[in-house]
């Protein structure tokens, strides 16, 4: 009898997402309670939606509730399994006298669901690395479809040129092949490792799949090895194809090599020997973009507000690193700089290079944007407005979760995690300019490739309600 109610109580205690005891409990503002993890991942399916809602009573919330343990339920659950712990025992001898024991037929259900679950897994894992596999092999095509052409580029321009740049031609060659050898072994490395896994998976499948069909109970438990979790393997989300950027630089670098060349003729400068090799450096590839937040702050660069491009309508402060939106215009002195019609500010700082830096915003609608410093200051919104023109790129910022990236006129609607901090990297040589989600991760909202022909400016356009507000971060304080 006390056996039964100890399982009376277990199942009191379950949670309703995974059926299972509760783990590391906490209880969301209708009052129903589940494991952390089990309630985070339910929410991270409908983050994309805005909205937040419990898997029993279907109440949603706005914005998404903080989880915090629940403290008397986690004792409770304690006590609970210090108490069924000593009751129960894993016994396959169907009559014992002088202890509690469980059948082998219910121990065998228990078992078999477990089984089940992990099957399921392993088969989700192999589909998961099919696809990866498939994702690797493009990715050695386009390694060495990128290779092949920059190669063929190379020798075309090698060739305009005199016997005197024969050799160098020949050391280009060889820096692709080598570069393209180290990218396909990388690749390749991986995907046999993946394969690996894969063929790991499904024999475990295979015999696990064998076990349960065994009828004698008996036999099952004592062969049935103990169900515990899977090892953690490469997540599908760390597999990426890059842009095939891969040789671009190469190319780049051997364009201009040839038109310094040509400058180097005209002025008759003969003697090869004397050239500086270094300008010269075909190594400089373009640099991976950083996967963490401490990789980007080694770029952060501070970003201060021009006041001699600010709108009438908005307000500097911070030492002109914030702008808010007022109801009265401001007394500001004519500039041919300043905004006219539209509620814009643009930085003092031109950005080159590899740069990044952070926006925390608020009050429904705010543009981010970087722009060229010629855009007009005056006229329609195609001639002004930050991205609806092709002197600038905006994203657009909502309280209501939304976010929408424009260039050109072109809008693009984007999903991601709603945060009221922007982070914004730009590599201006390689054309990359990306917009992040920061909070405790770094989430990719939107990425643009293109060729940017002159300095860029960080900028902020307010189009929503007084009081709207927006500053940019001094990173290397902490903020």
């Excluded at 192999?126 to 990715?139: A, F, G, I, P, T």
């Excluded at 005197?164 to 995907?191: A, D, F, G, H, N």
Aim: hydrophobic letters at 30%; aromatic letters at 8%.
């Amino acid at each position: 009898m006390a056996q039964k109610g100890v399982q009376l109580d277990m199942k009191s205690f379950s949670c309703s997402v995974c059926l299972d005891l509760l783990k590391d409990p906490v209880t969301i503002p209708c009052g129903h309670s589940y494991c952390r993890n089990c309630i985070k991942g339910f929410w991270g399916g409908e983050d994309q939606k805005g909205i937040h809602s419990c898997p029993q009573c279907r109440k949603t919330f706005t914005p998404r509730p903080v989880l915090e343990k629940s403290t008397m339920l986690a004792d409770l659950l304690e006590e609970l399994k210090k108490k069924a712990g000593g009751m129960k025992k894993f016994c396959s001898v169907e009559e014992h006298k002088g202890h509690d024991t469980v059948s082998a037929a219910a121990e065998r259900t228990e078992r078999q669901r477990e089984l089940e679950g992990s099957r399921q897994q392993i088969q989700q894992r192999v589909q998961d690395r099919e696809k990866d596999v498939k994702l690797l092999q493009q990715e050695v095509e386009a390694i060495n479809q990128s290779a092949d052409k920059t190669v063929e580029h190379s020798e075309k321009i090698f060739t305009e040129l005199i016997r005197l740049i024969q050799k160098r031609s020949s050391e280009v060659k060889q820096q692709i092949r080598s570069q393209q050898e180290t990218e396909v072994s990388r690749v390749k490395e991986l995907q046999e490792k993946l394969e690996q896994e894969i063929t790991e998976l499904q024999r475990k499948d295979a015999e696990l799949q064998q076990l349960s069909h065994t009828e004698d109970h008996t036999q099952f438990l004592h062969n049935c090895p103990s169900v515990s979790a899977l090892r953690e393997s490469t997540p599908s989300s760390s597999i990426k194809i890059r842009p095939l950027r891969h040789f671009e630089a190469v190319t780049a670098a051997v364009s201009e090599l040839r038109e310094k060349l040509q400058d180097i003729l005209r002025e008759e400068w003969t003697n090869s020997s004397q050239m500086d090799v270094e300008m010269f450096d075909f190594t400089s590839l373009p640099q991976p973009e950083p996967k963490s937040r401490a990789g980007f702050l080694q770029y952060s660069c501070e970003i201060t507000l021009d006041p001699n491009t600010v709108n009438t309508c908005l307000l500097l402060s911070e030492g002109d690193r914030r702008a808010t939106l007022m109801r009265e215009e401001q007394s500001y002195s004519a500039h041919p700089d300043r905004f006219i019609r539209w509620r814009q500010v643009l930085s003092r700082e031109s950005l080159t290079g590899r740069c990044y830096w952070e926006v925390e915003w608020a009050r429904k609608r705010v543009t981010v944007a970087v722009a060229y410093k010629n855009i007009s200051r005056s006229g329609s919104m195609v001639e002004c407005a930050f991205g609806f023109n092709n002197q600038s790129w905006a994203l657009e910022c909502n309280s209501s979760s939304s976010y929408k990236f424009i260039h050109n006129s072109v809008k693009t609607h984007i999903s991601g995690p709603w945060t009221s901090r922007l982070g914004v990297y730009l590599d201006h040589r390689a054309g990359v300019l990306s917009f992040y989600s920061v909070s405790e991760a770094m989430t990719l909202l939107h990425r643009v490739q293109t060729t940017f022909t002159q300095p860029l400016h960080a900028g902020l356009w307010f189009s929503g309600y007084n009081g709207a507000t927006a500053h940019f971060c001094e990173l290397n304080d902490g903020c």
